[in-house]
């Protein structure tokens, strides 16, 4: 039940194919008459039109001869194929046919090589279709092959008839031998002259070899080349007697020539510079292009420069002379040389299609993005698939934009504008950015000069004012009066506070400007050492301190002990007028990152004040009585972030304070 299903979804599929291959037939013809009774025309044509109504008879022909590849092989599939075998000369027949390549691969400077010597006696053969055996054959092998030869031989096997065409090309997979002749199948990832096609022809060529009581076999080894051999039997002892026809049909010049010049617009030469024509200025304004209405003026800056890659080269030579009027547009035929020509040029905007052979569209956006000078460009993909998924895929792989095939010229010109233009203020405004942050670091620079040279000139003053104070205080010159000590003391606060200040704003300068010198830091005899020379300061006060487990941390250990001589500083002051001070210091480790946390019992802060705790000179509210400069959690969050990691902080008034900082193992 399950085999009648599929035959019958499968005979479903192949009548789809045929209504749909006759009825593409129709506006086809529609199309190709009048185009061909354009290109007849004997009136001079400006070179611009003639351009355009020859692009399109090409397109066309090859869309004709793609709509009549799924026609064959539909007829064929379904067992409705109307072959008419007449006796031929073979070997004349096939070295015609072979000799329509041969401006092809003089053109990419590939040598041809034909070997068909006069066979004994004529072949009964559907002439049509061993065109399209040849054909086929010969385009496949010239897709594949960058240098060397294609070499199409013929030989007499007694019952048989050989036709061999072997190329010196890329070569085919061992493990895509087998599915080979499969319709619609393609070996991905094989270098070729570009990614257009079906997947039928192959398999196309084998059915039209069974209708003649033969077959196809191939050999192939990568990187040296591939052979197909196609067996045909003499005689017509097996061909049915009404289908033999006694003389030979006109051979079918038109699916030759759509073969021979989709292999031309394979070659090299496809490659373009935009060089667009008279009218490509006028056209695009007239799609709605920039300066529509008005030809476009000379600039005194030079034009954006639009990179362009796609495999077609007719698609090139379009694209080319609709951007040309108003950019500088460089065309290549695949994403290597789109990679090569960014590195190079540097484009203001790449235009790229996705299918194309050595690297796609999507290999050469991960390239570029992956690149710090051309990661920043403006990247728009055009593509044949339509749907969200494939335009969500290429946003999400870092494109700019995604563009549908076919599109109109108005589409295409109003994209490209509004990316150039945007990229063009991004430019200026990062520009004006790096201006501003060079008039910024000039300025930080003489700030930290200035701050390190007040600093070391203000502790030889503040010294001897201190020592001073303390001297008089101490009372060996003499007893002093008690207003006499209240100056002396006011004298020695506001000096120990200066001094304060001179040390914070000199660690302040350091912290930033202190290389990291990163090494295995024990953190928890780094906060124990910390806690007992507080501890000793003020020895007579009452307070609970309690160092948890703390991992060691990968870091810089003169900083590191800044920062937790700042946090657990803090913690000491302001939990001073508690009855018992409670001080708690704790960590734990990942596999990624270290934690610790310092908690205390203190005056806390309100979390509104947040932002205002961290930044310099700054100090949260309701906490003028303590003593403090407003650098200390300056200078640790600046360490911290460093060192690559990031600080938190807890509070609330009158309930105390946690940070909470974390490093990188």
Avoid at 491 to 500: H, K, V
Avoid at 516 to 526: K, P, Y
Avoid at 612 to 629: I, K, M, N, P
Wanted: glycine content about 8%; hydrophobic content about 40%; charged content about 25%.
């Amino acid at each position: 039940e399950a085999n009648s299903r599929l035959a019958e979804l499968d005979r479903v599929k192949t009548e789809f194919f045929s209504n749909v291959s006759h009825e593409f037939r129709t506006p086809l013809t529609l199309m190709l008459g009048p185009l061909e009774d354009e290109l007849a025309e004997r009136i001079a044509q400006p070179p611009a039109k003639r351009v355009r109504i020859e692009t399109a008879y090409r397109n066309a022909l090859r869309l004709l001869k793609l709509v009549n590849s799924l026609l064959d092989f539909s007829r064929v599939e379904a067992g409705r194929a109307q072959a008419t075998y007449i006796p031929t000369d073979l070997a004349l027949l096939t070295r015609e046919l072979a000799s329509m390549f041969r401006s092809a691969t003089d053109k990419a400077e590939l040598e041809l090589i034909v070997e068909c010597p006069d066979l004994p006696q004529p072949v009964y053969v559907d002439r049509e279709m061993w065109e399209k055996i040849v054909f086929n054959l010969i385009s496949n092998a010239f897709k594949h092959t960058f240098e060397g030869s294609i070499r199409v031989a013929l030989a007499w096997r007694g019952e048989y008839v050989e036709l061999e065409v072997s190329d010196t090309g890329v070569g085919i997979p061992a493990a895509e031998l087998p599915r080979l002749f499969e319709r619609f199948q393609r070996v991905k990832g094989t270098r070729s002259r570009s990614h257009e096609g079906t997947g039928i022809g192959l398999a196309l060529v084998q059915e039209l070899a069974a209708l003649h009581g033969g077959g196809i076999t191939v050999t192939s080894t990568p990187k040296h080349g591939t052979t197909f051999t196609v067996s045909i039997r003499t005689g017509k002892a097996h061909l049915s007697a009404d289908k033999i026809a006694a003389s030979p049909a006109p051979s079918a010049k038109a699916t030759g020539a759509a073969y021979v010049e989709e292999a031309l617009h394979w070659t090299p030469d496809g490659t373009s510079t935009a060089a667009p024509h008279e009218q490509g200025a006028s056209q695009a304004a007239a799609d709605g292009g920039p300066g529509a209405g008005a030809a476009p003026r000379s600039e005194t800056p030079p034009r954006p420069r639009i990179l362009l890659a796609d495999d077609n080269a007719d698609m090139r030579q379009y694209v080319s002379d609709l951007l040309g009027a108003y950019y500088e547009v460089t065309a290549v035929p695949d994403g290597e040389a789109a990679l090569q020509a960014a590195r190079e040029t540097q484009p203001d905007l790449v235009l790229s299609d996705i299918m194309m052979p050595r690297l796609d569209g999507l290999g050469l956006l991960r390239a570029l993005r992956a690149d710090e000078a051309t990661r920043r460009l403006p990247i728009i993909l055009l593509s044949a698939r339509a749907g969200e998924e494939a335009s969500v895929g290429a946003m999400d792989a870092g494109a700019d934009d995604y563009l549908v095939k076919p599109f109109t010229a108005r589409e295409l010109i109003a994209r490209v504008r509004a990316h150039v233009e945007l990229a063009r203020e991004r430019h200026g405004f990062e520009r004006e950015l790096e201006r501003a942050n060079q008039e910024l670091r000039a300025v930080n620079r003489e700030l930290d000069a200035f701050t390190r040279t007040v600093s070391h000139d203000l502790r030889t003053p503040l010294g001897a004012m201190t020592g001073f104070a303390e001297f008089l205080l101490g009372g060996k010159p003499g007893p002093l009066n008690e207003k006499q000590r209240e100056y002396l003391g006011d004298i020695l606060e506001s000096g120990q506070r200066l001094s304060r200040l001179t040390e914070d704003l000199l660690r302040f300068a350091a912290a930033a400007h202190r290389p990291l010198a990163r090494e295995s830091v024990a953190v928890a005899a780094l906060v124990h050492t910390i806690v007992d020379e507080l501890k000793s300061t003020q020895p007579d006060r009452p307070m609970t301190v309690r160092i948890g487990a703390l991992p060691d941390a990968h870091a810089d250990p003169t900083l590191l002990r800044q920062v937790f001589a700042n946090l657990i500083g803090n913690a000491f002051k302001f939990t001073r007028d508690r009855t018992r001070a409670k001080i708690e210091i704790e960590g734990h480790s990942d596999a990624t990152t270290c934690t610790y946390c310092v908690r205390d019992n203190g005056v806390g802060f309100d979390m509104q004040d947040l932002e205002r705790l961290f930044a310099s000179f700054e100090r949260a509210r309701d906490v003028a009585r303590f003593e403090g400069t407003g650098l200390g959690l300056a200078i640790v969050r600046d360490v911290i972030e460093r060192h690559g990691g990031r600080i938190c902080a807890l509070g609330r008034p009158g309930e105390g304070a946690e940070f909470t900082l974390s490093l990188p193992r």
